[in-house]
């Protein structure tokens, strides 16, 4: 099973990671939420680590930062949360330093592969527990 979006940002610098936005799964309800590793992001991973000392909640964590203002595809292995009852979420983390315009994402998808139907691989969506925009 795969979720796949597409996003651009425009974080306030392209040389440092004081604003970052990552991918999150919890597994009870919203109560505690882990950030998805980046072994599992099987296209457009994280491309930075968010600086400290800028007061981001974010801080030391790889994310998406910089300045990429063309729209990517990003796809995520979420084989990890197989058979069990998930939430995800994007969050966005900005630190003090700077403005910017922010963090765009559009036209999810979760999918899996359908076996053994001729010789193509055919998609079937699904439908995600719960998908939430989050900024702190």
Sequence with gaps: MYLACWQSQSFDSDKFCNDGG?????????ITWNQVKDEYILMTS???KVKTGVIN???GRNAWC???KEWVKSVVDLTFAK???VEFRFRLGTGIDGAAEGWYIDDILSQSCVPGVNEF???KPYNLVG???YNR
Excluded at 22 to 30: H, R
């Design 22 to 30: 990552i991918f999150e799964y919890s597994l009870n309800g919203g």
């Design 46 to 48: 994280y491309n930075g």
């Design 57 to 59: 909640p974010l801080a």
């Design 66 to 68: 910089f300045v990429e």
């Design 83 to 85: 058979g069990k009852d």
């Design 121 to 123: 691989n055919l998609f």
């Design 131 to 133: 998908l939430f925009l």
